[in-house]
């Protein structure tokens, strides 16, 4: 028996449920779950990443006021604001055009769908070729990983953090497919849904790395 979970949308009261092919003969479900296993399972992942960075940053601020007065230690100077500031910017632009992305597909309006993910992508590629390209090999210069414990965190969240940002990638580029397949519509788009769900964690969370790692060596 086949499954389909790609339906998100429930029938208006009155209206019989949709009706999906399975390809075999004879053979029909109805689309009319509001919530998949694959929702609920990007839910849980998200609330599991969340409380492992939520983890790491409380770690950072431990050791840091372990370390005080001075911070960064051993006259490494505070991380300078212009280049992880025009990241940002460039980051959390990423999420808009994958919300117009994630409402247009409610509508049918492929076309948009497909930009909306395009743009995404490109914004997001743009803040890692950054991050690892710019920003990994100025640092590395002054401490790496393993000069002391601000180095070590310094490049455990951030690391982390473009971690989650190739995976989001990699699920864009996914989901990018399936739209150009013409697997996505009104009615069947919780690929979308999924990954605007974790993209849009992965801009939030860098409001907090950033103002950890970034911003509070300032003050």
Do not use: C
């Amino acid at each position: 028996m086949s499954i389909v979970t790609d339906h998100v949308e429930a029938p208006r009261e009155g209206e019989p449920p949709d009706i999906v092919d399975t390809g075999r003969p004879g053979e029909t479900l109805p689309t009319h779950s509001d919530r998949t296993f694959g929702w609920w399972g990007m839910v849980w992942l998200i609330a599991t990443e969340a409380t492992l960075f939520a983890l790491l940053l409380l770690s950072y601020f431990y050791i840091r006021f372990q370390s005080a007065p001075v911070w960064p230690p051993d006259g490494i100077e505070a991380p300078k604001l212009a280049l992880p500031l025009v990241m940002s910017v460039i980051l959390w632009s990423s999420s808009l055009p994958v919300f117009i992305a994630e409402r247009a597909v409610k509508k049918d309006r492929l076309n948009v769908v497909r930009a909306g993910l395009l743009a995404g992508f490109v914004l997001g590629a743009a803040f890692l070729v950054l991050t690892l390209g710019v920003e990994y090999p100025e640092k590395l210069k002054e401490f790496t990983p393993h000069t002391n414990q601000y180095g070590s965190m310094f490049f455990t969240i951030t690391g982390l953090h473009a971690a989650h940002v190739v995976v989001g990638l990699l699920m864009n580029v996914w989901v990018q497919w399936r739209a150009w397949a013409g697997a996505l519509d009104r009615k069947r788009h919780v690929p979308l849904q999924v990954f605007a769900m974790y993209w849009h964690f992965v801009d939030t969370v860098w409001v907090f790395v950033l103002a950890t790692i970034y911003l509070s060596p300032h003050f």
